[in-house]
């Protein structure tokens, strides 16, 4: 599986996401993936190019707490 496709399958996953502990636990899956970091730049990424237009509330919440764990300290932030 290429990163865009991992990138991608996340955020579906995170889309569906019933709570934001089952976000938790996607984006510290993500994580722990390997070339995390570079991953986790590629998400941060392609997480703040969803427009709120194409999602429920529901799962605009859930994207923007992932984001919120994404930019914890001590990940790295993209250029």
Do not use: H
């Amino acid at each position: 599986m290429t990163a865009d496709q991992f990138v991608l399958e996340t955020i579906e996953k995170i889309r569906i996401a019933d709570t934001n502990d089952t976000v938790k636990a996607i984006v510290t899956a993500a994580r722990q993936s390997s070339g995390a970091e570079d991953i986790t730049g590629s998400l941060l990424a392609a997480l703040e190019e969803v427009s709120p237009l194409t999602c429920t509330s529901d799962q605009w919440d859930r994207l923007r707490f992932a984001k919120m764990m994404l930019y914890k300290p001590g990940v790295a932030q993209p250029a």
